[in-house]
């Protein structure tokens, strides 16, 4: 090494034990997806190291080091990308940056599962669990503080989490209803739109046949102005950030008559709408049923 090269200060004996443990408690932590012990160890080595954040800083890039040459492919893998930045001090968390998105902050909880995300200028995203782990909600806050948007997601049949519930920034809502249909597939049938005063707007439901069972691709009106569509053609998709996204083949009109409209309406969780032109369908065969319609839940 040249002579005028800076040279790296060795890091303390304190420093590299408190960073071998966390690094192990971590690796242990992934493997019995039990992250309790390795938070509980940083927020010690934070405690113990106050006033001396070089210390802590070196204790942090011992633990980072040597996750990044783990035996454990997942945790080598993960740690090559992230890095552990401290504890989240409003609860039991993690509190992790990334190297491809510098500025980039994922707060992890015990479980593993990120519950909170912080971009430079952008949206910042906040994870609340269930005790019994069956529903989830996501908070969105702008920058400033003021609350964007809001997704309930609960955990179904599949063993997924699906959008049920979209509150937007004016306190309207969006509310889903979700079965397993064909090939045990789960996906939307029902949709209840209310403002933020709570009163109903508009409802539809994937309608049925005769036999109870439901019709791909027919939505009926059960609910709403009378100038909406009693019968929509089409499909309906959901991100797990909320975005309502529906490919419209047609609809058929209070006149009875039905008519092609190839369209895609999307519908941002903030309330912001977009309609593009959507792709040439085939003439549907499949044609509304008559009868009574089950009503999704409230």
């Known amino acids: 090494m040249p002579p005028d090269a800076p040279q790296q200060s ?22 019995n997806k039990d992250l309790s012990q390795a938070i509980q160890l940083i927020q010690q080595t934070e405690r113990n190291l106050a006033g001396k954040p070089q210390d802590l800083k070196s204790a942090l890039d011992v633990a980072n080091r040597e996750l990044e040459k783990s035996q454990n492919p997942t945790v080598q893998k993960y740690f090559q990308a992230h890095n552990i930045e401290g504890s989240d001090p409003s609860k039991a ?4 940056s990334t190297d491809q998105n510098p500025g980039v902050k994922v707060k992890v909880g015990v479980d593993g599962k990120a519950y909170s995300l912080e971009k430079p200028n952008a ?6 669990l269930s005790p019994d782990q069956k529903t989830e909600v996501i908070k969105y806050t702008s920058p400033d503080g003021k609350q964007a948007w809001e997704v309930t997601r609960e955990r179904m049949q599949d063993g997924k989490y699906h959008p049920y519930k979209i509150v937007r920034p004016d306190g309207s809502t969006s509310r889903y209803l979700w079965e397993q249909t064909g090939q045990g597939k789960i996906e939307p049938v029902g949709l209840i739109e209310n403002d933020k005063d709570g009163k109903p707007v508009r409802q539809y439901e994937m309608a049925k046949d005769r036999e109870g069972k439901r019709v791909p691709g027919v939505w009926q009106k059960l609910g709403g102005p009378e100038k909406d569509f009693p019968f929509i053609f ?6 797990d950030n909320g975005i309502h996204r529906f490919r419209m083949e047609g609809y058929r009109g209070n006149d009875g008559k039905d008519v092609t409209a190839n369209q895609v309406l999307t ?13 040439p369908q085939q003439q549907r065969a499949v044609q509304p049923p008559e009868g009574q319609q089950r009503r999704p839940r409230s």
């Open 267 to 279: 519908i941002n969780p903030d309330g912001t709408m977009r309609k593009e032109a959507g792709q």
């Open 234 to 239: 089409g499909k309906l998709e959901l991100t």
């Open 10 to 31: 060795p890091v303390g004996a304190d420093a590299q034990r408190s960073g071998h443990e966390i690094a192990m408690a971590v690796e242990q932590g992934i493997a």
């Open 93 to 96: 968390g993690l509190v992790l």
């Open 123 to 128: 949206l910042k995203e906040d994870r609340i």
